[in-house]
């Protein structure tokens, strides 16, 4: 028996519809989410930091969604290990820039953040990256986990000229400075050579390395008429290089001091802690005892790692001050906009609206992000070694903006 | 009124999707054609790759876009942190004014993803944890960030030979 034409086609359509509604029931159906892309090293050079934050970052989202997300949305968390191959890094970007929901993209390298900050842009993307100076005081897309190198730098500089002061000392004392030989290496040195030169500090000619050099002897002989030497690069570099200078009899007459990445309480403090004994240790977030000590952060590893506080990786603490960040500026944004019209130049408007406050229950000094501000926060804390730990010796300091006496 | 038959509706109904799926193909932005070269396309592994590395030559892409190198995973073809279905970027820079380029592998590209090697907390390649990718012919594709222009090409990975 044929079908009637109308019929047929009322049929047709309605199948048409059925199917339409039932792909579209799954979409409705489907859990409100948003993105977090960290490309970012798990079997790498730096996996020994890069895990500990991203443990941080995705066991803090686990927390948030424990809790039944942000206004119901749930917070995912994507990591691609890159093993710090910026190909590989953008070609995952690639991957997922379209992602549906994806607000921010975390760079485990300056140079990443540098190589695909045209295309964050074009995306409306933020993209975290560690602490390159020129973006510190900037509308770009690039926004920094904390304070910049060059600022870090200064401070410890400042710290240092009190210091001999303090001592008694006339005059001025002479810096040294070794740190790896690539753009991290140049870093604080691209606005703090010319505060140095400012304020009448004298710097030995800088020493770069390679970060794997198995002795630092011949770098450090021509350091030895520094009073103070300021040592880079992330650990074990750093305790290797005092290690060696521990050695030479140097550590006896001449301070050491360290940038961020120096070392931590479960590397090179753990190794070597007679070398390390008195060196002073910069930081953007709460590191060595402050961090064990932190109620959030002991919380948050107990609940989801099911480990003591004293097995705590080295950053872990800042994946979960990165994490909050991202949280608060989700909750601006969707207050702003809500979730449907949700987009990342939103996120990018509300991470910018977050100055003064303090997002990370005091993991990280209060937030600078503002609309010409990119650091995470301006201030840092510096650290010493005693014994086995690392404690702090100061509260939050303000360093002075040398990344301005550069980037003009 | 007529009625037709059923095959003759199926025809109709089939045509007219054909033509909607055309009407969609139309507003699409054409795709410039692009090229790419490997230098050298066959190759055998040994570490000289790191003085020496492989390079891409393309064109075809928008001025001054970036272009990644990447390399498609032949099925059942593992690399260590790459996931099924995934590529693996092994190159980047950015075009001319005239949508030319050329690049290289860093040597981590070349150590990660064509050796496979661990590394040691000194931040030294670990040659011990070295899984080498098997010979082969392993396609290779230029991709415009821009222009989403594609170029391929292929890398043969030679068999060492045989010590007499």
């Known amino acids: ?408 | 009124m007529k009625h037709y038959g059923w095959n003759v509706r199926a025809i109709f109904l089939f045509l007219g999707i054909l033509a909607l799926g055309l009407w969609g193909c139309a507003s699409i932005k054409p795709v410039p054609r692009a090229k790419l070269q490997v230098i050298p396309d066959k190759t055998v592994l040994s570490l000289a790759l790191i003085k020496k590395p492989i390079q891409f030559k393309g064109s075809g892409f928008v001025p001054k876009e970036m272009v990644v190198m990447e390399m498609v995973l032949p099925p059942g073809v593992k690399i260590k942190t790459v996931n099924d279905g995934e590529n693996v970027g092994l190159a980047y820079t950015n075009a001319d004014e005239e949508g030319n380029f050329q690049a290289a592998m860093a040597p981590t590209a070349t150590l990660n993803w064509f050796f496979q090697v661990g590394w040691t907390p000194l931040l030294t390649p670990d040659l011990k944890q070295m899984k080498p990718l098997s010979p082969g012919v392993y396609e290779i594709q230029a991709v415009g960030m821009d222009s989403e222009a594609v170029g391929r090409a292929s890398l043969t990975i030679l068999a060492r030979p045989k010590k007499k």
């Not at chain 1, 799954?26 to 960290?38: R, S």
């Open chain 1, 1 to 408: 028996m044929n079908i009637h034409w109308t019929r047929w086609v009322i049929a047709v359509l309605a199948l048409l519809l059925f199917g339409w509604g039932s792909g579209t029931g799954d979409v409705q159906a489907k859990e409100k989410e948003v993105i977090f892309l960290a490309l970012s090293d798990y079997t790498g050079p730096i996996a020994g930091l890069a895990v500990g934050a991203d443990m941080g970052l995705a066991d803090y989202f686990k927390y948030i969604n424990d809790k039944g997300g942000v206004e119901g949305i749930k917070l995912k968390f994507i990591g691609v290990d890159t093993r710090y191959d910026v190909a590989r890094a953008i070609s995952a970007y690639r991957k997922y820039r379209r992602a549906p929901g994806l607000l921010v993209v975390n760079g485990y390298s300056t140079g990443l953040g540098k190589a695909i900050e045209r295309m964050a842009t074009k995306d409306g993307l933020i993209v975290l990256t560690p602490g390159d100076g020129e973006f510190a005081d900037s509308d770009r897309h690039i926004f920094l986990w904390g304070q910049c190198y060059q600022d870090a730098f200064v401070g410890v500089v400042d710290w240092m000229v009190k210091d001999w002061k303090k001592k008694g000392k006339a005059g001025m004392p002479t810096l040294g400075y070794i740190h790896w030989d690539n753009p991290l290496g140049r870093e604080p040195l691209r606005g703090g050579k010319e505060y140095i030169e400012k304020i009448g500090v004298k710097l030995l000619m800088p020493e770069f390395v390679p970060p794997a050099t198995p002795d630092y002897t011949p770098y450090l002989v021509r350091l030895q008429k520094a009073n103070y030497i300021f040592v880079g690069g992330c650990d074990p570099t750093p305790t290797h290089v005092i290690r060696d200078a521990h050695r030479l009899g140097m550590t006896k007459n001449i301070q050491f001091m360290c940038d961020y990445w120096g070392p931590t309480m479960n590397v090179g403090i753990k190794s070597h802690p007679e070398a390390l004994q008195g060196t002073v240790i910069v930081g953007f977030y709460l590191k060595g005892t402050d961090a064990l000590a932190h109620p959030l952060i002991k919380k948050i590893w107990e609940k989801y790692q099911r480990k003591p506080i004293s097995k705590l990786p080295p950053i872990y603490g800042l994946g979960l001050g990165i994490a909050m960040t991202y949280e608060a500026g989700l909750k601006i944004a969707l207050k702003e906009v809500g979730y449907d019209n949700l987009t990342a130049d939103a996120m990018y408007q509300a991470y910018q609206k977050l100055t003064g406050m303090d997002v990370t229950q005091g993991i990280q000094g209060t937030c600078s992000y503002s609309p010409k501000n990119r650091r995470g926060s301006k201030e840092i804390r510096l650290y010493r070694v005693v014994g086995q730990n690392a404690v702090p010796i100061t509260d939050w300091i303000v360093p002075p903006n040398a990344a301005s006496l550069h980037f003009k």
